[in-house]
């Protein structure tokens, strides 16, 4: 099972000083994070792209790259990657880029945006949203696996004897996630392709998740990739811990109370109480996290928002201390106990290679 | 066969309220009409003021409290709503419009709905007509003809002709609306197969 931490990358005001960081300053604090995922033992660091203030993530792979550049076994991935306002040739072509440089240590997550004006900023309308993202990830998984691809489509420019360049690296397209809030269709399109689903379980209570992820595990084991439980899923989740849960509450709630997503409405007693965040000792995050595994059985990949409300950066390694040391190692073993022996590891470059290695005939290598 | 559900969601803001009163009047005689015909109903109040705080929350997190839930599902597995707010500024209180709001914009679908509204002063009376029936027909409500409006001198007038009369004509509406309509079915969420949805794409290039 896979660990790490996903970021929207906002920049927000630090409600207890009044400070607000600059772009500069939170475009380097994300990379310190990336760095700190990678010191303190996790697996995963994912980035949102976004295209209006406050937000400073318009450009994953040049942020991925140079993190890549400083890390040797992170994996590089997004949260989300928008493919809907994006061309697919262009992330195609991005992707494979940063799979070259990262030595394979890429994937990526499919995610439409819900940002109304950043669609026609791109020329598209987001009415179109879900047929766009059929459409245009229809084109990319075919650029990723055809070396010359003629394409007609609704939304883009037709290609005639197109090569998406460079290749993949080893001949292996990045694994894909797909993120979804609310929409069954994008859990059909997962399953469909067998790719990954990632519930982002941060907004809504774990019951509406709960249906999402039912829907794709079975429709996953419908298009033939494996049993329902086989089916490859990844979990958000959101948590600030101090040693006594008591300080955590403290220190956590006047973010709380202001946050962007959240704030100025219900208690964080009543928040935490009805969706997954949670805010306590270590102790009570690993028993919250347990819990997930009873509710949307064993997966693969576990990611936490931790930098976001303007939190200050050295807060935030202090909690990134916290998750590497006493928190994901309990969660490794205690997750491994009783997880049954086909239940997949999410897919990496490696195990991909190797398995497109035993398909192929040896003769035709 | 199992009793019909009729919901009355009501949005006074005063205890005792006479928003409640008319609410509570309306329910009375649709029941005894329906009770008339042979068929039992039951009927499930929503005070809006007790969901105030929620209703607001819903708004800031994208997601219902446990207890808006409950009524939201109620709202949306009756067989008929009665709908009734005070006036206030010339329309719907803003609590009323507020829960309807968080309301699945699906949910009505079909629903025969009587609407109904109180106000100090008969000159606000059409409110019910430029502002609730609009607001019900948007969610594809079915809407009772008759709305009762009911000012503060309705309540001592004693002809047959006046609100009473009026409460009767529309619970009457409203029972022939639920006869003529099949018993509150349960979709389940439904999955347009993939292979489909890629061939709406193609079948449209």
């Known amino acids: 099972m896979q660990f790490g931490i996903f970021t929207v990358g906002d920049v927000t005001t630090d409600p207890t000083n009044g400070t607000t960081p600059t772009e500069h300053e939170r475009i380097k604090a994300m990379v310190r994070i990336a760095l700190k995922a990678e010191e303190v033992g996790l697996d995963v660091f994912a980035t949102g792209e976004h295209h209006n203030p406050p937000f400073v993530p318009s450009s994953p792979t040049t942020m991925l790259g140079y993190i890549a550049a400083r890390t040797e076994r992170l994996i590089l991935s997004t949260s989300t990657t928008l493919i809907t306002t994006n061309d697919p040739v262009k992330i195609a072509e991005d992707f494979a880029m940063l799979q070259h440089l990262a030595d394979g240590r890429v994937d990526v997550m499919m995610g439409r945006g819900n940002t109304g004006p950043v669609y026609p900023w791109f020329g598209q309308d987001i009415r179109q949203g879900i047929p766009l993202a059929i459409e245009n990830y229809a084109l990319l998984h075919e650029l990723w696996r055809k070396d010359v691809v003629d394409w007609k489509g609704r939304?883009?420019?037709?290609?005639q004897g197109f090569t998406s360049t460079?290749?993949?690296?080893?001949?292996?397209p990045p694994f894909v996630w797909h993120g979804?809030?609310?929409s069954p269709e994008i859990a059909e399109q997962a399953a469909y392709y067998g790719d990954g689903f990632f519930a982002n379980n941060i907004f809504w209570p774990k019951e509406h998740y709960m249906r999402l992820i039912g829907l794709y595990r079975e429709r996953y084991a419908h298009y033939g990739h494996g049993t329902p439980e086989q089916a490859i899923v990844g979990l958000g989740g959101q948590v600030f811990m101090r040693k006594n849960s008591q300080d955590a509450v403290r220190e956590f709630r006047p973010y709380f109370d202001n946050a962007p997503v959240y704030g100025h409405g219900p208690s964080l007693e009543d928040f935490t109480e009805q969706t997954p965040l949670t805010v306590g000792s270590p102790q009570q995050v690993i028993d919250k996290t347990l819990?997930?595994?009873?509710?949307?059985?064993?997966?693969?990949?576990?990611?936490?928002?931790?930098?976001h409300a303007g939190l200050p950066l050295k807060t935030v390694l202090e909690q990134l201390d916290i998750l590497g040391e006493e928190v994901v190692p309990v969660l490794r073993k205690e997750f491994a106990k009783d997880r049954p022996a086909d239940a997949p590891d999410a897919p990496t470059h490696e195990s991909l290679l190797a398995k497109q290695v035993g398909e192929v005939p040896v003769e035709a290598r | 066969m199992n009793p019909l559900k009729l919901v009355v969601v009501t949005a006074g803001l005063t205890q005792p309220s006479s928003t409640r009163l008319l609410s509570d009047r309306l329910a009375e005689a649709v029941a005894r009409q329906l009770a008339d015909e042979g068929r039992e109903v039951d009927v499930h109040v929503i005070e809006l003021r007790e969901l105030a705080v929620d209703i607001a929350n819903n708004f800031v997190t994208g997601f219902p409290s446990p207890s808006l839930n409950a009524e939201l599902e109620a709202v949306t597995a009756a067989d008929a709503l009665i709908a009734v707010t005070p006036i206030f500024t010339a329309s719907y209180s803003g609590l009323f419009k507020s829960f309807f709001d968080v309301v699945d914009n699906t949910a009505l679908t079909g629903k025969p709905v009587l609407i109904a509204a109180t106000g100090g002063t008969p000159r606000h009376s059409l409110a019910l007509e430029h502002a609730l029936r609009p607001m019900f027909t948007y969610l594809r409500a079915v809407v009772a003809p008759t709305a009762v409006y009911a000012a503060a001198e309705d309540?001592?007038?004693a002809d047959a002709d006046g609100l009473s009369g009026?409460?009767?004509?529309?619970?009457?509406?409203?029972?022939?609306?639920?006869?003529?309509?099949?018993a509150t079915s349960h979709a389940t969420e439904e999955v347009v197969p993939f292979e489909q949805q890629l061939a709406a794409l193609r079948a449209r290039q």
């Open chain 1, 166 to 172: 460079p290749r993949p690296l080893d001949g292996v």
């Open chain 1, 291 to 307: 819990t997930f595994r009873d509710y949307f059985g064993d997966y693969q990949r576990q990611l936490f928002l931790m930098d």
């Open chain 1, 180 to 182: 979804s809030i609310r």
């Open chain 2, 155 to 157: 309540w001592g007038a």
């Open chain 1, 155 to 159: 939304f883009r420019t037709p290609l």
């Open chain 2, 166 to 182: 009026r409460i009767a004509r529309a619970a009457g509406e409203l029972t022939e609306l639920m006869a003529g309509r099949p």
